[in-house]
């Protein structure tokens, strides 16, 4: 038992993939949030940050406004100056809003793209991205000690604004005014594009309209209201299985492309003009193919274990280094900063671009693939043609496995002792451990087995030549974990 204010056996708070979640009110409770919130602010005191204050934003899952609202009362008690989002927004908005404000860095309550019932914890760091390795467990130290026995204090909001420590911030303007030194807008304003967009009941809804709306191109988003049941979809994660409404109205409506957005809009999804969806895969070596060939860029391409190899026969063809790292963009974010890279992304749908911040953006990213129609004047299915041009066929998927906990070692034990010289008749060339199992298969293409870094779940993924070998490699994945 510990003393104190905790009045029960204490369980560690361990940051994922990305920040802290956990099921609402299970253990995603205002105590923790608190115990979080004074973590932080320790953090950037021991750092000499806290003088340039902190951001803090929310998105619209239930009581998002209510927990950050005890973060800001917590950190604005230890005397740090925060910066309070007025309204629910996107992570990599308020991002955005650390770097231009010079601020310490940024929490956001989002638990992303999790089912409905849980909730999040993000540190974001002063240049915008996602916290390295080092500062998570910096971090988590802090949190620890909090938990073991301090009581955090807490300031009335309005004391707050009164005395200084605590001002409210729009955190759109300023975002929205960046997106237009990156991208033509009013030349897709022009264009007479018929655009779907799919915000999945999140914190993106609206940003597409205020971006590009009022000219010759039109939008019709859907799922724009805030439900945080996240009605229709086992969660908010814009990937085929829940963009069967987008795909609908594509098809019904004859709109020219899809987009969607996760629940913090940190991730996209895309339909093409048929109504089929494109993965995350073929997405991020659209918008690579994009910078390097259409607008005439060169760099470092930086990618997850988990992101297509379509990415590696793309650095040959244009010459440039490509740097792969366990998945999360607390390891994609800091190589992108030191590599000055022109992209980085993960198979999650979470993609990164020079100029903008070091983190997924799927509002940007979305921008980027109109920006890519326009400019070539093809569709999106004649885009993925062109690519495959270029590298060959990939297909991709994944399969989410849940298993009872207890398993969990097994699972472990029988995965790291398999070592096989042919996976689905395809020849093994070696195997990657850094995070998982990954397989790297003849021909250029990939299978891996990993646990979930946020959710309970094992994760299966394979990229081959064709759908049928993808479906054949996953299941000998499956049999070979004994899920």
């Not at 916290?131 to 309005?158: D, K, M």
């Not at 911030?169 to 300023?174: F, G, I, V």
């Not at 629940?263 to 918008?287: H, M, N, P, S, Y």
């Not at 479906?471 to 899920?483: F, K």
Request: proline content about 6%.
């Amino acid at each position: 038992m510990v003393e104190g204010v905790f009045h029960h056996p204490v369980k560690p708070i361990k940051f994922g993939t990305d920040g802290w979640r956990a099921i609402i009110a299970r253990d995603f409770t205002f105590e923790n949030v608190r115990a979080c919130a004074l973590g932080v602010a320790r953090y950037l005191e021991r750092r000499g940050m806290a003088s340039r204050g902190l951001v803090v934003g929310y998105d619209t899952r239930f009581a998002s406004e209510e927990f950050a609202a005890e973060v800001a009362s917590v950190v604005a008690a230890s005397g740090t100056r925060v910066l309070l989002c007025s309204r629910a927004a996107p992570t990599p908005v308020v991002s955005f809003n650390v770097v231009h404000r010079r601020a310490a860095g940024a929490v956001v309550i989002t638990a992303s793209h999790n089912p409905w019932a849980w909730n999040g914890f993000k540190y974001k760091s002063p240049e915008g991205g996602s916290a390295a390795p080092e500062v998570v467990a910096e971090l988590e130290g802090e949190i620890a000690r909090v938990l073991a026995g301090a009581t955090p204090q807490l300031v009335p909001l309005p004391e707050a604004r009164s005395r200084g420590l605590l001002d409210d911030l729009d955190p759109a303007p300023p975002y929205l005014a960046h997106a237009a030194t990156l991208v033509d807008l009013g030349q897709l304003r022009a264009a007479g594009l018929k655009v779907g967009v799919d915000a999945m009941h999140g914190a993106g809804a609206g940003y597409f309209p205020a971006l590009l709306g009022g000219g010759a191109t039109t939008f019709q988003e859907i799922r724009g209201e805030r439900n945080p049941l996240f009605p229709g979809m086992a969660q908010p994660e814009p990937i085929a299985a829940n963009l069967g409404p987008l795909a609908d109205a594509v098809r019904r409506d004859g709109l020219d492309v899809g987009v969607a957005l996760d629940g913090d809009a940190d991730r996209l999804g895309l339909v093409d003009e048929r109504g089929q969806f494109i993965t995350t895969l073929q997405t991020f070596a659209l918008l690579c193919l994009y910078w390097l060939e259409v607008r005439g860029q060169r760099g470092p391409l930086v990618k997850s274990l988990t992101q297509t190899g379509m990415i590696e026969r793309l650095g040959q063809l244009y010459d440039v280094p490509v740097h792969m790292t366990p998945v999360g963009f607390k390891y994609l974010g800091p190589v992108m900063v030191r590599e000055n890279a022109l992209a980085a992304g993960e198979e999650s749908g979470g993609y990164a671009f020079r100029g903008n911040i070091p983190e997924r953006d799927g509002i940007f990213g979305g921008l980027l693939f109109l920006d890519m129609m326009v400019r070539t004047g093809k569709r999106p299915s004649e885009l993925l043609e062109w690519l495959y041009s270029k590298v060959g066929p990939h297909h991709f998927d994944r399969w989410d496995l849940e298993f009872p906990p207890q398993q969990r070692e097994a699972i472990q034990r029988r995965t790291s002792k398999a070592r096989p010289d042919r996976l689905a008749g395809k020849r093994v060339e070696s195997i990657d451990t850094q995070d998982g199992y990954r397989f790297n298969l003849e021909g250029g293409y990939w299978a891996l087995v990993r646990f979930s870094g946020t959710e309970p779940l094992l994760r299966l993924y394979a990229e081959a030549e064709s759908p049928e070998q993808v479906r054949e490699l996953l299941g000998a994945l499956r049999e070979m974990a004994g899920v």
